[in-house]
């Protein structure tokens, strides 16, 4: 059973990732570049958030625990603030794509560096693969960032 404070924080996780979906598909409509990246993360983050729900309803059902000490709903909410107002600015197109670049890497590299996808543990192998695979990708969108942000770095220094 989940206590009030982890369905608070599990819903915020849920929001996070439909925030960054929103963000990034922003980014695909708005920006001149890189259309084929913002629609992918976007698509992956959509899937984020579905499998962030199924291991809240796993969590429900005893079969997957839930720690959400290394998380507190503060900090997730500050973090969504600056997403919403990330997407704010994009809708308005007061981001170009170098700056949108650098935004998605701020946000991605925050959910690394706060082990964000370390929280659902489980006896099933279907939770742990879940979690790595939410962990993958979440890596993996840093990376493609990344060595776009450097790409476009050196074709602009030419």
């Known amino acids: 059973m989940l206590t009030s404070d982890q369905e608070e924080i599990i819903a ?23 259309k084929d990246l913002w629609l992918g993360l976007a698509k992956e983050e959509e899937k984020h ?4 729900k199924q291991l809240a309803k796993a969590t429900e059902q005893g079969i997957t ?8 709903a503060p900090s997730l909410k500050v973090f969504q603030k600056l997403l919403l107002q990330t997407i704010s600015q994009a809708k308005a197109g ?15 590299r925050a959910l690394i560096e706060k082990n964000i996808f370390t929280s659902f543990t489980g006896a099933s192998a279907a939770t ?8 993958e990708e979440t890596d993996d969108h840093l990376q493609q960032i990344e060595a776009i ?4 770095t050196l074709d602009t220094d030419k």
């Open 12 to 34: 915020l996780l849920i929001e996070q990732e439909t925030l960054l979906q929103r963000l990034y598909t922003i980014f695909a409509e708005k920006l001149q570049n890189n």
């Open 49 to 52: 958030a579905q499998w962030l």
């Open 65 to 72: 625990i839930f720690d959400g000490a290394k998380i507190t």
């Open 94 to 108: 007061e981001i170009d794509d170098q700056r949108a670049l650098m935004q998605a890497a701020s946000f991605e």
């Open 128 to 135: 742990e693969k879940t979690m790595e695979l939410l962990r």
């Open 149 to 152: 942000y450097a790409q476009d």
